[in-house]
């Protein structure tokens, strides 16, 4: 049973959606501000966090950030209508995925259940002896532990999004795809997602590629196609 952490200051919002949510199956836990969730973070580290954005004392968006930081957990942002810049930084910050409010109970219980596909599907034993890594410009992506390892054998820390997306580039090196090919083949299925979530994703990976004055040429922007992922790759 995966287990969730609710963390938002509408405590019957929190009602409501820790009974909805463990009516399909799910261990719940709940917050109210950055206190709450750190303590509940220390009791039980969840599969997966429903943070909201707006909270007293630390935002969700600075929560996001350390959570990223410190954890492998899956995060969902819950963002007021229009805040555009909102769902930006946050996923910037390594959000998962985002929903705005209000939203339908429903479409949360899919995005929760997409998280958590994508990020089980991928989540091994550290001592599984069958291991997938693909390698490209002196960089190692393994897919079987999650980890993307520098030219100098830096582990760099990837969020699920992170991890989804490369991963995509990786497995059609010198390829263009367009966002949309990006969003769906990343995400498992097709989503209404706003226009800057892949150019926001790309953009962290970009950063997390320099290491030197070529990192960026990694990931190519062709005007009007989508990305071109420049290395050649290899499986080893």
Same mark, same amino acid.
């Given at each position: 049973m995966s287990h969730l952490l609710l963390v938002d200051d509408d *405590?019957?919002? /929190?009602?409501?959606?820790?009974?909805? *949510?463990?009516?399909? &199956?799910?261990?719940v836990d709940v917050a109210a501000d950055g206190?709450?969730?750190?303590? %509940?973070? @220390?009791?039980?580290?969840p599969d997966l966090i429903i943070l909201d954005v707006m909270l007293p004392g630390d935002s969700g968006l600075v929560l996001c950030q350390r959570l990223r930081a410190e954890h492998t957990v899956g995060i969902v942002m819950l963002t007021a209508m229009g @805040?555009?810049?909102?769902?930006?930084? &946050?996923?910037? /910050? &390594?959000?998962?995925?985002?929903?705005?409010? +209000?939203?339908d109970a429903r479409?949360?219980?899919?995005?929760?259940? %997409?998280?958590?596909?994508?990020? &089980?599907?991928?989540?091994? +034993? %550290?001592?599984d002896t069958s291991r997938w890594v693909l390698a490209f410009d002196n960089w190692q992506l393994d897919v079987t532990r999650r980890e993307l390892r520098s030219p100098d054998n830096v582990m760099i820390p990837l969020s699920t999004g992170e991890f989804e997306l490369l991963l995509v580039f990786v497995e059609h090196p010198r390829r263009v795809l367009s966002r949309q090919q990006l969003l769906d083949m990343a995400r498992g299925e097709t989503y209404d997602a706003f226009d800057r979530s892949i150019d926001v994703q790309v953009s962290r990976l970009r950063r997390k590629l320099e290491t030197d004055s070529t990192g960026a040429s990694m990931i190519r922007t062709v005007r009007n196609g989508g990305y071109l992922f420049t290395p050649q790759v290899v499986k080893r």
């Open positions: *405590l019957e919002v /929190l009602a409501l959606l820790r009974k909805f *949510l463990e009516q399909h &199956g799910y261990s206190r709450a969730l750190w303590q %509940a973070v @220390e009791r039980r580290l @805040e555009l810049s909102d769902r930006v930084v &946050g996923l910037e /910050l &390594g959000a998962d995925d985002y929903l705005t409010k +209000p939203f479409e949360l219980l899919a995005r929760v259940r %997409a998280v958590l596909r994508r990020t &089980g599907e991928t989540r091994s +034993p %550290a001592n």
